[in-house]
C-alpha cells in the first residue's frame, strides 16, 4: 500500500507563495494519477489540482488556476504544488491523494476531481495565509 507524507505547509503571509511536496512511499507511485485537494474550516475537501502518471496532462482548479502549477518527479515518488499571490481564502489542510485506475499506459486522460474518485490520502499539511 502507498503512504504519502507532504510537507511544506505553514504560516504565510497574503501575496507570498507556497510550495507544498508530497512524498510517496511505494514503487507503483508512477502508475498513479496524483492530486491535491484542500479543507477549510467547516467546508468540505475541495480539488486543487491534479496530473497524470508522466506528468504530461495537469489541471488546476478554477478558483486557482491563475496561481496553480503542479508537477512530479517520478523517480522521487514525489509530487510538488506550487500557488503564487496567496489569498486568505486559500487557508486550510492541503492533502495529497492518489487515484489507481490504469489508463493503459496512456497520459493523456480525463483526470479525476472528485475526492470520492482518489483511493489514498496522506494526513494533510495546514497551510494559514494571513491577511
Known amino acids: 500500500q502507498v503512504q504519502l507524507v507532504e510537507s511544506g505547509g505553514g504560516l504565510v503571509q497574503a501575496g507570498a507563495s507556497l510550495n507544498l511536496s508530497c512524498v510517496a512511499s511505494g514503487r507503483i507511485f508512477s502508475s498513479h494519477t496524483m492530486g491535491w485537494f484542500r479543507q477549510a474550516p467547516g467546508k468540505e475537501r475541495a480539488f486543487v489540482a491534479a496530473i497524470s502518471v508522466r506528468g504530461g496532462n495537469t489541471l488546476c482548479a478554477d478558483s486557482v488556476k491563475d496561481r496553480c502549477a503542479i508537477s512530479r518527479d517520478n523517480a522521487k515518488r514525489t509530487v510538488y504544488l506550487q500557488m503564487n499571490s496567496l489569498k486568505p481564502e486559500d487557508t486550510g489542510v492541503y492533502y495529497c491523494?492518489?487515484?489507481?485506475?490504469?489508463?493503459?499506459?496512456?497520459?493523456?486522460?480525463?483526470?479525476?476531481?472528485?475526492?470520492?474518485?482518489?483511493?489514498?490520502w496522506g494526513q494533510g499539511t495546514q497551510v494559514t495565509v494571513s491577511s
Open positions: 491523494a492518489g487515484h489507481t485506475t490504469w489508463y493503459g499506459g496512456r497520459d493523456y486522460y480525463a483526470l479525476p476531481t472528485q475526492a470520492k474518485d482518489y483511493d489514498y
